[in-house]
């Protein structure tokens, strides 16, 4: 079953909306961006996600760019966070430094060093998640990741795709990409804002998509 994050999570309503429509991860932006958290918000978050039914199944994820090690420590602590996504220009010595927390690099396939020193990293030590190469972005841009290029690695390695991805493409992704999880942000928003509605039928859509058998 492929694992649904909904990416830019600001408020305790909508975490229980993606809870409710059946997600499996919940993306923090700790990054400067027009979904970023502050602590005491994400706390808040987290405290409603760990309330809820199915708190327990679900995993909470901080986004960060270029955030000092010791920050990052901290914000995982203080927020009850599960997973640490690294959507800057981090090195593997950074994934090293924050051991044992669980990692997911976001790796935009343009072939810059930074980036393709992860490639040929295993599962054990980050899980890679494949976003479109949008220069000064760092996610969320509602770009269409390289599919093609997406599909090759994850034939490898288990990817989370993101990317320009909504209720009405996802399912043609999984199908092209066969990933391990799909992530979503901006096809689940508008006018800059988390659709409960749209939660639901990305989840729905990702869901039918397993079921489908492959052409």
Known sequence: MTVVKICGVRTPDIAHAALDAGADMLGLVFAASRRQVTPAAAQAISEAVRGHPRGPLVRLVG???DRAVAEIRDLVQHCDLDVVQLSGHES???ARDLAPLTIMRAVRLAGDADEAEWLGIDD???RLLIDA???GS???AGIVADWPAAARLARRRG???AGGLSPENVADA???VRPWGVDVSSGVEYDGVKSAT???AFVRAVRDADVTPVA
């Open 124 to 126: 054990h030590t980050a």
């Open 174 to 176: 999984i199908r092209a």
């Open 63 to 65: 986004v960060f760019v």
């Open 138 to 140: 760092y996610g969320g």
């Open 159 to 161: 990817v989370v795709l």
């Open 198 to 200: 749209r939660i639901a």
């Open 133 to 135: 190469h949008v220069p």
């Open 92 to 94: 593997l010595a950074t």
